[in-house]
């Protein structure tokens, strides 16, 4: 069964921002933007988060790929049964069907910042679409 799928490292860059230069950004490989409130009140709409990219386990919050749309949710993944999972209640779960393509991005870090004038940014972090290739799970 797919369940996941590796994010090619030299996918094609939408955009590159300059970010505050703090331990979330150290641990971070990108950042994908908030756009909905499925995860609300952790993370909120327009709210940047970083991601270190690699394999969400049980449990984590992951930044996702289902049939290509983007999704930030806590993953679940027990005897057999795959879910995406919000925070808020009033969204509904995920569940992932045999035949879904499922692409971890990689697993949330935390709330980047963008750099201002004051702050010494550590580096561009980029944005990124995701050319993957299916991984056997």
């Known amino acids: ?7 090619d490292p030299d996918a094609a860059l939408v ?4 970010i505050q230069d703090d331990n979330i950004s150290r641990q971070s490989d990108f950042v994908v933007q908030v756009m909905g409130d499925a995860m609300a009140p952790l993370y909120c709409k327009g709210d940047l ?4 990219q690699g394999e969400a386990k049980h ?3 992951g930044a996702f790929l289902l049939n290509g749309e983007g999704f930030v ?3 679940f993944h027990s005897k057999g049964v795959t879910k995406l999972i919000s925070i808020n209640r009033k969204v ?6 045999d ?10 870090v935390g709330i980047v910042r963008r750099a201002s004038g004051e702050e010494l940014p550590m580096a561009v972090k980029k944005i990124r679409t995701l050319d993957h290739e299916p991984m056997e799970r």
């Not at 069964?1 to 994010?7: P, S, T």
């Not at 035949?99 to 949330?108: A, K, S, W």
């Open 99 to 108: 035949g879904d393509d499922l692409c971890c991005m990689g697993v949330v």
């Open 1 to 7: 069964r797919k369940a996941f799928a590796k994010l």
């Open 49 to 52: 988060l970083g991601v270190r």
């Open 73 to 75: 949710r806590r993953y």
């Open 15 to 18: 955009e590159e921002m300059l």
């Open 59 to 61: 449990n984590q919050i």
């Open 92 to 97: 509904p779960i995920i569940q992932v069907k």
